[in-house]
């Protein structure tokens, strides 16, 4: 079955996800505690449009005490230390839930729609992909073209291919055609689908950054069992991969007024060939989430994961970040008068690939990590670095 879309093009739902296809990957699982991860890997949800996602997460925080959304289309679930106590400080759990797409910019009189990227991809990845655009009516199936090698000649071989170079066709055989299907502006992912792997490893598109979204909420399904002493409220931010001043999360930490928050997000697992270790680090899948340090984490809550991490032994690995991180911390740590950041990070292989790679028992790990550091947390919790 096709993904259903609501009367705004571009607008996914979430109940319409490939019931089958979920359902095959679902019963290869071992048990059913990363069933919303599989649902939200297929949902598509590029940056701008990821209602499709969001809503499916907003719909799973059923243990939550309050459920919202705001204008920029970040999603919010909060626990309160009492059902009935509101007040205090607060802190933040962020994972981003869109992820990198493309978006038609043009669509000529043979029916052919050129397309633009939404997000940073490595451009070889396009060619020979099939893709799922977020159409007028539906979920509309298509493949990236490019011209046969036997047509080129030795020149246009060793070229490498641009975006602007390629087209997305969708079988239709005229402008007309393709315009009721789709137009300017609708927005689509790759269509690749969720691989289970020996060892609990999972490679899918879009694991950059549904890992996020779903271990904040995991996270605070975890403490709605054992409650904290603060407030805690999951987000799942929007157009992280696109936003250069913020986005989503900016606009959340700054409207929630934390007290504290962690970002959830990825990070290149540096165990793979040809990765230079001296450059990037060391970083292994598999060998537990990763704490950043640097000028965007906050040295008081990096030391406070680092200590539960070592409490609960839950294993850790330590990222530098000398400069930015290049995730919501950035946006979060600088939002109103400052908020006291921390980053912790899944490894991932592959990363803005159609066939990312993450081990599900770093996930795991990352979620009892923040629900543990949530629980040390308490109202006079001094966060300024002394």
Not at 6 to 24: H, I, K, M, Y
Not at 161 to 190: C, F, M, N, Q, T
Not at 192 to 210: I, K, M, W
Request: hydrophobic share 45%; net charge negative.
């Amino acid at each position: 079955m096709r993904p259903n879309l609501s009367e705004t093009p571009g607008q996914c739902e979430p109940r319409a996800l490939d019931a089958s296809r979920s359902a095959f990957y679902l019963a290869t699982m071992p048990d059913d505690s990363h069933a919303l991860l599989i649902r939200l890997l297929d949902a598509p949800g590029p940056s701008g449009f990821e209602r499709a996602p969001a809503r499916l997460w907003r719909e799973a925080a059923t243990f939550a005490d309050d459920v919202t959304a705001d204008v920029n289309g970040n999603s919010l679930a909060t626990v309160f230390p009492a059902p009935d106590e509101r007040d205090g400080p607060r802190l933040m759990f962020a994972g981003h839930i869109d992820e990198i797409g493309v978006m038609i910019v043009h669509i000529d009189d043979e029916g052919f729609c050129w397309f633009d990227v939404i997000g940073g991809w490595d451009p070889q990845v396009f060619v020979g992909q099939r893709v799922t655009l977020l159409g007028r009516d539906g979920a509309v199936p298509g493949v990236i073209g490019k011209q046969a090698i036997h047509l080129m000649d030795q020149a246009a071989r060793d070229k490498l291919s641009k975006p602007y170079e390629l087209w997305i066709d969708i079988g239709a055989a005229s402008r007309e055609e393709a315009e009721r299907l789709v137009s300017v502006g609708s927005a689509g992912v790759l269509g690749s689908s969720v691989l289970r792997l020996p060892g609990q490893r999972l490679a899918s598109r879009s694991l950059d950054n549904r890992i996020g979204a779903y271990v904040v909420l995991e996270a605070l399904r975890l403490l709605a069992a054992d409650r904290p002493s603060v407030a805690v409220t999951a987000v799942a931010t929007t157009q992280e991969e696109i936003a250069y001043t913020g986005g989503g999360a900016r606009t959340s930490a700054t409207a929630l007024m934390v007290q504290a928050a962690v970002v959830v997000d990825v990070t290149h697992a540096t165990d793979s060939p040809k990765i230079e270790k001296k450059r990037h680090g060391e970083v292994k899948l598999g060998a537990g989430p990763v704490l950043s340090r640097g000028a965007a984490v906050n040295e008081v809550v990096f030391e406070m994961l680092r200590r539960v991490a070592e409490t609960e032994k839950i294993p850790v690995q330590v990222q530098a970040a000398a400069r930015s991180t290049g995730t919501d911390a950035d946006a979060i740590f600088t939002a109103h008068r400052g908020v006291a950041t921390g980053l912790v990070s899944v490894p991932l292989r592959y990363m803005h690939s159609p066939s990312e790679l993450a081990s599900l028992e770093d996930v795991t790990h990352a979620a009892r990590l923040l629900a543990a550091f949530a629980r040390r947390v308490e109202t006079g919790t001094d966060f300024v670095p002394r």
